[in-house]
């Protein structure tokens, strides 16, 4: 690892993740991008050079892995592993070795469990200091995209944990045939995310990386935007689907709570969610209102074990002032998460010389979900 100090100030970059599944259309989405002026200041991150034509772009090869595009954004390959990718990136760029670059995205492979990448992202103590995971983008073919969807469980959870969902090859449905029953699918498996059409020219970058989950200008999240939590108030999945379909294993929902709950309080229940679903809690966002100062909410951001750093904001974004959390999950009832949070919001009362010694705290050994 190279890491280069961070300079005192810097904000985090910007990173995305494009995933979508075999024969999706993301590599053409990929290379339509790299032609736009907006993504000028953007490295592109992939996993072959030989999965994606952009030869007619380059018009200069710094060197064996960093390409630099007409376009003007760079574009690297993963070689081993994406920790040291992204690291190498960031070095050389504090370098001056590269151009500076203000955004980062990641095409990943066509059968990859989004999950696992998303982890890797947030869980490295260094990286986390210069990266933020801004969105997930996942393209789905309109043609195929059902029969994806029902037999293979990496595209469902591809399309689950999507911010942006783009929707490619509407334009080879035949007559009568539609996309409307593919996006109401998709919306069940995830109401929030905003689902594009590249067909009617909504697949731009400024609409398929500005999720609002981070503004280096600002320092903070839109939650407003971010959260979209009244999308999952009445998605809570209690429907009946095919079995073979997969999409009752993936539930996405939004939970909320008037009173206050305290920073011990707040850590012990998450402590208890990762402890026994870590691995099926997807993707976790929310804004909470503690006790000791619930004038200055704080964001939260998890996949599976792993958070990012929060984010305390100087106030409230809007004039709903209680803890709501946005879960995306596998095989967790919206009630056990309720009721869990419930208990400690209403029903506990915690000590906290027993739960605190210092003004820290963590989670599975980790410093930092709330400090």
Not at 93 to 114: C, H, N, Q, S, W
Not at 153 to 172: C, G, H, M, N, Y
Request: include cysteine; aromatic fraction near 4%.
């Amino acid at each position: 690892m190279n890491e280069t100090e961070p300079q005192p100030g810097r904000a985090p970059i910007p990173l995305s993740v494009l995933t979508g599944f075999l024969g999706s259309g993301k590599t053409t989405l990929l290379n339509a991008l790299l032609q736009d002026q907006a993504m000028g200041e953007t490295a592109v991150i992939i996993n072959e050079f030989g999965e994606i034509g952009i030869d007619h772009l380059l018009v200069e090869t710094a060197d064996e892995d960093i390409m630099e595009m007409s376009s003007g954004c760079l574009c690297c390959t993963i070689r081993g592993d994406l920790i040291d990718t992204l690291d190498n990136l960031v070095s050389r760029r504090d370098r001056g070795e590269v151009k500076a670059f203000e955004r980062v995205v990641i095409e990943t492979t066509g059968l990859a469990d989004p999950a696992p990448v998303l982890h890797t992202i947030m869980n490295h103590p260094y990286l986390v200091l210069r990266y933020r995971l801004e969105s997930v983008v996942t393209v789905v073919d309109a043609v195929n995209g059902m029969a994806t969807l029902d037999g293979h469980a990496e595209a469902v959870k591809q399309a689950a944990v999507a911010d942006r969902i783009v929707l490619s090859k509407t334009d080879l449905l035949t007559e009568g045939d539609g996309a409307q029953s593919l996006i109401a699918r998709l919306r069940m498996l995830n109401p929030a995310a905003r689902i594009l059409n590249v067909q009617d020219g909504e697949a731009h970058p400024d609409r398929l990386f500005d999720a609002g989950l981070y503004n280096p200008e600002t320092k903070s999240p839109d939650v407003s935007r971010w959260l979209a939590d009244e999308a999952y108030t009445d998605h809570d999945h209690h429907h009946h689907h095919d079995v073979n379909r997969h999409d009752d294993h993936i539930l996405a929902y939004s939970v909320a709570a008037d009173d206050a709950i305290s920073m011990n309080g707040f850590t012990l229940f998450m402590e208890l969610l990762q402890s026994y679903h870590g691995a099926n809690l997807l993707r976790v966002k929310g804004i909470v209102k503690l006790e000791e100062q619930p004038d200055k909410p704080v964001v939260i951001h998890g996949v599976q074990h792993v958070w990012h750093p929060p984010v305390e904001l100087d106030g409230w974004p809007d004039a709903d002032q209680r803890t709501r959390l946005v879960f995306i999950t596998r095989d967790i009832p919206k009630a056990e998460i309720e009721g869990l949070l419930k208990a400690f919001t209403e029903q506990l009362s915690l000590d906290k010389s027993a739960f605190q010694s210092d003004d820290s705290l963590s989670i599975n050994g980790r410093s930092g979900l709330l400090e």
